[in-house]
């Protein structure tokens, strides 16, 4: 036998060379550390949607539901989800105070320098005192003076090189390259705003470039606007000649090449509109962005190649003179607005009630707005997650325009006590207040079956089904069922608050679709809905000839979710009383506005909030020359009956009185034996705001609301952390169940060296020999 060599120096634990892996750390190592390691990094973290420091941040943030609004253009927006955009952006002539009182008809001047009443003239021309009868009034003159030193917002439509030519007004195709905003263009300018601007703003109304739900309105009463119509469109086929019909990229149409006599700059700052007769409601019509001003710089820049493949263009990146600017878009999920650095600045008013100073409505008095640097509008397509950022205080107000939310928290209230605490724990505001607003049935007149008619026997066969629905379909029940949309069941068009309105009096109930029983206002009992049926041809809700069910499409204007889900069950239900089935055909907001300018609708649901305080509003949206279908027009049942017509044109010549009233009451009996509309109701209105939002109250026609908004963004980042402190102790069983596995993976592994160290192998060595033994 040989001798044996001398054992090796020790290391570690074992003999024998060390493997290479003993220089890791210990297996119960890797738990630990990792986990130190992410609690320290959660210590930083909390649950806000937006980045860092906007607590802090003078924003305003709010949301949108499902899609980005389909125009921002002033001449085409007619809807309630554009006006937070397009109030903020552009200023018309006129607008409403603020803090208004329960004179709904005040007006004060925006970009003009004063409200002005008109001149009258006769046939010759010859001046006519104010009270002249309206019959004697060939023309109602309008000499606006326009406010001086008012700037457009930084855009590249003005901007001019060395040689004080626009650079970017002959941009050939591809010039555009990647840019999808006015922002990324490297040059900007602003200008002065003028009387022509007014001017062309009303021209666009008869272009047929231009999509104008008003041009039937307006094109009756300002002078040569129709005729301007005519002429446009023939200019507009000679420039598109040889151009295919689907083409993007069009020729200019310069308006300016084009005089009316009804819009004229008579000064660089005095504007005259010239209207046919005598039309009280046009002051109204200038507080709307219908007259907002349009530099032709602007439509000439979104005229070029390219311009409308990158999606620029005024319905999307609108210019105006308002507090604020488009900065960012991101279509169907981000909107943002920032402050114009070329808005003159408005003082706060210092006028308003005794109730407005004891809500802090009166603390800003004078002081230059707009208040807030940036408004942040994200998208929220479920109504769930939206409510609840704004518990969260991850919204400062839900909705700039929605004044529903504030019913909706205010109804979880009363269901829930806790919620109540809950919610005057965190100091938030519902202040509520009478709206101005309809939400109505519309049958689309056109459709054979719910619409007019052809002949006189199907006229009233129509007319009895209509009947018959507006029976059966209970809307107060509705408002008991659905308190989030509640209201008062409607009678006739006109809400509480208006002149001609009867609401809330027993004379003014609706004899068709109610009764009077012992002094009190009652809905018909379905059997005489039934009875309406049955003369109508449809027994039981069978076509007497043919033996089939009569089935009606409702056609709705949202994606439904759970909580809509339940509304349109419930239409179901309300239409199967009679025995008729009602399909659903739902489609988001766009779609919808789509399928109703091309008449497609039967049935449909849509509320109208007043754009100004006179019964016309409201009786416009059944006056034919306005129908949605082959006028653009805001007649959504496209609704036509001639002596309904004529009624209009005459109370819209009438100032307020006896005979006014006598019209109007006689207008609404048409329309209640007629049901172009079942009435529906007269909503609530609520806004909701976050305690640290000041100046914030309900609206009733004060669009441009977010100037007055102001921020105690101190308030805002310690409610944030405090209504979202993180729930920590969770988190301290991690550390704990990892000790525990890290003590037992430590003992098993100690366990493996030790026994590796009685074999005489390191722990892995597999075949390795021991030194120091001889073979057998």
Not at 654 to 661: I, S, V
Request: aromatic share 12%; proline share 9%.
């Amino acid at each position: 036998m040989g001798t044996q060599p001398p054992p090796p120096r020790a290391l570690g634990r074992g003999f024998g060379p060390a493997p290479r892996h003993r220089h890791r750390p210990a297996p119960w190592l890797l738990l630990v550390l990792p986990a130190l390691a992410l609690l320290l990094a959660l210590s930083g973290c909390d649950n806000s949607p937006y980045p860092r420091g906007t607590a802090e941040s003078n924003t305003l943030l709010n949301a949108f539901q499902e899609r980005s609004p389909r125009t921002l253009d002033p001449t085409s927006s007619y809807n309630t989800n554009e006006t937070p955009y397009t109030y903020q952006v552009y200023e018309p002539l006129y607008g409403y105070p603020y803090l208004a009182t329960d004179d709904y008809s005040r007006l004060e001047p925006r970009s003009a320098a004063a409200v002005v009443e008109p001149r009258y003239l006769d046939a010759q021309r010859n001046p006519l005192p104010a009270d002249a009868d309206p019959a004697r009034i060939a023309f109602s003159v309008y000499d606006i003076p326009i406010r001086q030193g008012v700037h457009f917002a930084p855009h590249p439509a003005f901007a001019r090189d060395e040689a004080g030519r626009y650079r970017y007004h002959a941009l050939q195709a591809g010039d555009v390259g990647d840019r999808r905003s006015p922002l990324e263009f490297e040059h900007r300018d602003t200008r002065e705003l003028t009387a022509e601007d007014f001017v062309y703003a009303l021209k666009r109304h008869a272009s047929p470039r231009v999509e104008a739900p008003v041009f039937g309105v307006f094109s009756e009463h300002v002078l040569g606007l129709k005729e301007l119509g005519a002429t446009l469109r023939q200019a507009d086929a000679e420039l598109r000649r040889g151009l295919p019909a689907s083409a993007l990229d069009r020729p200019f149409l310069d308006l300016r090449r084009w005089n009316i006599e009804g819009a004229q700059a008579v000064e660089p700052h005095l504007l005259r509109i010239t209207l046919r007769g005598k039309y009280p409601q046009w002051k109204y019509w200038l507080a709307m962005t219908f007259m907002a001003p349009i530099p032709w710089e602007a439509e000439a820049f979104y005229a070029q190649p390219g311009m409308v493949a990158a999606g620029l263009s005024l319905a999307t990146w609108p210019v105006g003179t308002g507090p604020y600017m488009m900065t960012q878009r991101i279509t169907d999920r981000l909107h943002v607005m920032e402050r114009n650095p070329r808005y003159r600045g408005e003082p706060y008013p210092c006028e308003g009630t005794e109730a407005h100073r004891r809500a802090g409505l009166l603390d800003d008095c004078g002081k230059t707005m707009p208040f807030i640097d940036r408004i942040v509008s994200i998208n929220e397509r479920e109504k769930l997650p939206h409510k609840a950022k704004f518990v969260q205080g991850y919204l400062d107000l839900p909705a700039i325009e929605n004044q529903t939310w504030g019913i909706e928290f205010l109804s979880d209230m009363q269901d829930s006590a806790d919620t109540a605490k809950l919610y005057q724990e965190r100091g938030f505001q519902f202040p509520k207040t009478v709206d101005l607003t309809i939400s109505y049935l519309g049958f689309n007149w056109l459709d054979p079956v719910v619409g007019r008619g052809d002949t006189p026997e199907q006229q009233a066969r129509n007319r009895k089904l209509r009947q018959a629905i507006a029976i059966a379909i209970d809307y107060e029940e509705y408002s008991r069922i659905f308190p989030n949309r509640a209201g008062e069941a409607a009678h006739a068009p006109l809400p509480k608050g208006l002149f001609g309105s009867r609401h809330g009096t027993v004379e003014g109930h609706n004899p068709v679709t109610h009764r009077v029983v012992d002094g009190r206002v009652l809905r018909r009992p379905i059997e005489d809905a039934r009875r309406l049926l049955a003369e109508a041809g449809y027994p039981g809700g069978r076509d007497a000839k043919s033996g089939r069910p009569l089935t009606l499409y409702y056609d709705f204007q949202r994606v439904p979710t759970p909580e809509i889900r339940s509304e349109l069950d419930w239409f179901t239900r309300q239409i199967g009383k009679l025995g008729i089935q009602l399909e659903i055909r739902a489609t988001d907001y766009n779609q919808f506005q789509e399928k109703m300018r091309n008449g497609r609708a039967q049935l449909f649901t849509w509320a109208w909030h007043a754009d100004y305080p006179d019964p016309e509003n409201f009786l416009f949206l059944l006056y034919g020359p306005n129908a949605k279908v082959g006028h653009d027009g805001e007649n959504a049942a496209n609704y036509a009956n001639a002596k309904f017509d004529a009624l209009y044109k005459r109370m819209q010549s009438l100032d307020d009185g006896a005979e006014r009233q006598r019209v109007i009451d006689e207008m609404v009996a048409i329309l209640r034996e007629d049901v172009p509309w079942a009435f529906g109701v007269f909503p609530y209105a609520a806004a909701a705001f976050q305690p640290w939002v000041r100046n914030g109250q309900p609206s009733v026609l004060a669009f441009d609301r977010a100037k007055y908004y102001r921020l105690d963004t101190q308030m805002r980042a310690q409610r944030w952390a405090e209504w979202n402190r993180p729930v920590w102790w969770p988190l301290l069983l991690l550390p704990v169940g990892l000790a525990l596995l890290a003590w037992r993976l430590r003992a098993l592994w100690r366990a493996r060296e030790a026994a590796a160290g009685r074999s005489g192998e390191p722990a892995g060595a597999g075949a390795a020999k021991a030194p120091g033994r001889a073979a057998a």
